[in-house]
């Protein structure tokens, strides 16, 4: 191959890169500008659960407040940043939270407890599809989702790198830590019917790992245990279990416990308070 065929294939190749690179850019700032008013923030703090099998049989024995749970926490945030990370979860990689505390029980042993921060900013992901021009402009690089929550989990089959790329600049664009979508929550009932939602975290300023609090649960004594020593989180399960009995009945309580015991918290103000769509917050609109 003679120099002057060399340098025009070169020239075509650069071409070909240029364009790819100018038609992902395009889409980014085109999904980016369509997802922007989808940002909201948390106006209080908001509670959220996990269910997890990662501390079974851990040793030593995992504490309410343990160190553990930051970490454990925080890999699996950071898995929604790995590049190598291959996910089927329903909106990709990331450290999920419902804000009901029955709705993943299946999902582990131990219940994590989290708070989302006031301030946090996330991104809605309404059950929408896009116009047209942008699905076009998203589809021509590689990744071919037709919504948010396809760019962030379905388009994950496949393992459309375009998907993944595009999702980690979305969330840097947009400075979110994290996205919201719709999840069936049986406290739906008792919360404005609307309760129907969970969360993937991607930063740790969402994590808030010093106020993450683990109940484990012995799998031989699921649904059946008895209350432990008082540890400083007594109320806490009490509160708990006054939620699943109200959201499932009798049979889905944490923790047995005597006859007319009864948390000190009014239930319902608390979950208006805590909890992402029970409440009259601008967030559970």
């Known amino acids: 191959m003679n120099t002057r065929w060399l340098f025009i294939l ?6 070909i890169q240029t364009a790819r690179a100018d038609d992902f850019e395009d889409a980014a700032k085109a999904l980016a500008d369509y997802a922007r008013p989808k940002v909201r923030t948390l106006s209080r703090d908001a509670h959220v659960f996990h269910w997890t099998w990662a501390f ?3 040793s030593p024995p995992l504490q309410p407040m343990d160190h553990r749970l930051g970490e454990y926490a925080t890999y699996l945030k950071e898995s929604f ?3 190598a990370t291959n996910s089927d979860d329903l909106v990709g990689p990331g450290l999920y ?15 994590l407890q989290l708070v989302m921060p006031a301030g946090m900013p996330f991104l809605a992901t309404d059950i929408d599809y896009f116009p047209p021009d942008l699905q076009i402009s998203i589809n021509r690089i590689g990744c071919l989702a037709s919504s948010i929550r396809d760019v962030f989990g379905a388009a994950e089959n496949g393992e459309q790198k375009p998907c993944r790329t595009l999702r980690h600049k979305l969330v840097r664009d947009l400075g979110v830590w994290a996205i919201r979508y719709y999840w069936q929550s049986e406290l739906s009932r008792l ?10 975290l991607y ?16 799998p031989n004594l699921r649904k059946n245990a008895s209350l432990p020593p008082e540890d400083g989180h007594g109320e806490n399960r009490l509160i708990l279990n006054s939620m699943a009995l109200k959201a499932y009945g009798d ?7 005597p006859e007319g015991t009864q948390p000190k918290t009014d239930i319902d103000a608390w979950m208006r308070d805590n909890l992402v769509g029970c409440g009259n917050y601008p967030e559970d609109k």
């Open 10 to 15: 070169m020239g075509a190749w650069i071409a």
């Open 56 to 58: 079974d049989h851990s």
């Open 81 to 83: 940043w790995d590049p």
């Open 97 to 111: 939270v419902a804000i009901d505390p029955l709705a993943s029980n299946a999902f582990g042993n131990t219940l």
């Open 191 to 200: 919360c404005n019917g609307s309760a129907q939602y969970a969360f993937v």
């Open 203 to 218: 930063d740790d300023r969402a994590i808030n790992a010093s106020r993450i609090v683990a109940f484990p649960f012995d």
């Open 251 to 257: 049979t889905s309580q944490f923790w047995k416990v």
